[in-house]
């Protein structure tokens, strides 16, 4: 059984940092990308991240780029996005999704308050 599971959330000032995590269970970790998404109350969806199967590639929304970065463990079948210089409209859940053959699968969110 597919599972993600992130953590790390929680309640931050602005220009504070946080590390998310996602922890990867039921499938071959090591050969697929993984990508951070996050929503806003009353937005889509969208892309924050993405690090290819060996972490050689990562791609960025330019709305992040310099403040975060996405790294992964493939031995403790583990991805990062460490968030810094956070901004209030970094406020969102954060989901970890990966795209097996099968499906398209997704955590259940952490949720991320950037405020003073």
């Known amino acids: 059984q597919v599972q993600l599971v992130e953590s790390g959330g929680g309640l931050v000032q602005p220009g504070g940092s946080l590390r998310l995590s996602c922890a990867a269970s039921?499938?071959?970790?090591?050969?697929?990308?993984l990508n951070w998404y996050r929503q806003a109350p009353g937005k889509e969806r969208e892309l924050v991240a993405a690090i290819t199967s060996r972490g050689g590639v990562t791609n960025y929304a330019d709305s992040v780029k310099g403040r975060f970065t996405i790294s992964r463990d493939n031995a403790k079948r583990t991805a990062y996005l460490q968030m810094n210089s956070l901004k209030p409209e970094d406020t969102a859940i954060y989901y970890c999704?990966?795209?097996?053959?099968?499906?398209?699968?997704w955590g259940q969110g952490t949720q991320v308050t950037v405020s003073s």
């Open positions: 039921g499938f071959t970790f090591s050969n697929y990308v």
């Open positions: 999704n990966t795209n097996l053959p099968n499906n398209n699968y």
